[in-house]
């Protein structure tokens, strides 16, 4: 209510020279529910950032503390504002490195925001990742211009145009990586869970569907593809090698380990500098 109280006086001294202006503000970390008291005026349009809340996990998925609060909190908001913004955070944040396609989550949270919380404008944070989280920034675009689309069928759609002849493996593999992120009861917001959630075996699961979508590639356009998401596994899996052997009091190569993987990230930013990859920024 006072972040509202500021904002109106805000609005009332610029509106005296510029009325048609729309507003934005945040609702962000502790000022992100919605006002009990003041109105909204219907030129000020809050964005929504979820900082604080799971990043791993679909809104409607009731085991994770504070979902039913940013349910509110977006429902909330979607009453009492003509329109809202809200602001996806398109990769885990503190960790960007884990295959990360947020199938679910972002096949939930976009429909749901755009309809329950009044969303007309949306902006997705993330760095250049399209080897580890494609999928979910293609269908929250294409959603934003046609909310009524089912995610499910714009999955569908680009593990097909994308993969080409190992689609099908692309999908088992990309399921596979999504039901880890979300069926793992761990919800902190970087790599500290990685431990519970990328266990060895899921390691190993996850390598033995890659290995089949790499076979499964026929043309050199497939296998390029395939092979820019064989490469962010691998990179990925020296990663969690990192992390075991911290984890378990292997420090005698460690430091010149982490100086190999950041050699390789680098070389994989250079490999695949025209797809925004890697965490490599653009010109």
């Known amino acids: 209510d006072r972040l509202l109280v500021f904002c109106r006086r805000i609005i009332d ?25 003041e109105k909204v005026p219907p030129n000020l349009v809050p ?8 990043r791993a996990h679909p809104m409607n998925d009731d085991a994770v503390p504070g979902n039913k609060i940013l349910r509110d909190a977006v429902e909330g908001w ?40 009044n969303c007309q404008f949306w902006q997705p944070e993330t760095q250049p990742n399209f080897e580890t989280s494609m999928h979910c920034l293609y ?24 993969s080409g002849a190992a689609a099908p493996q692309m999908t088992a593999y990309w399921s596979f990586i999504d039901e880890i992120w979300t069926k793992t009861n761990d919800y902190s917001g970087c790599g500290f869970g990685y431990l519970r959630r990328w266990t060895p075996e899921k390691m190993k699961g996850a390598r033995e569907r890659m290995n089949l979508a790499t076979a499964a590639a026929k043309t050199d356009v497939e296998k390029f593809r395939v092979g820019l998401a064989d490469d ?26 982490a100086t190999a993987w950041r050699k390789e990230i680098n070389r994989l930013g250079d490999k695949y500098a025209a797809q925004y990859t890697f965490t490599r920024m653009g010109p």
Request: aromatic fraction near 16%; hydrophobic fraction near 35%; charged fraction near 20%.
């Open 13 to 37: 001294r610029v509106n005296t020279k510029y009325p048609d202006t729309l507003y934005g503000m945040l609702a962000y970390a502790n000022y992100l529910r919605p006002p009990l008291r």
């Open 47 to 54: 964005q929504i950032a979820p900082i604080t809340y799971s």
């Open 78 to 117: 979607g009453k009492k504002a003509k329109m809202t913004s809200y602001y996806f955070y398109g990769w885990f944040l503190a960790e960007p490195v884990a295959p990360n396609p947020m199938l679910a989550k972002w096949g939930h949270d976009v429909p749901y925001v755009l309809g329950k919380g």
């Open 139 to 162: 269908m929250g675009c294409r959603l934003a211009w046609n909310p009524k689309l089912n995610p499910e069928d714009v999955y569908k759609e680009i593990n097909e145009k994308f």
């Open 232 to 257: 962010s596994l691998r990179l990925f899996e020296g990663f969690m090698k990192l992390r075991y052997e911290q984890a378990e009091g292997q420090f005698a190569n460690l430091a010149t380990d």
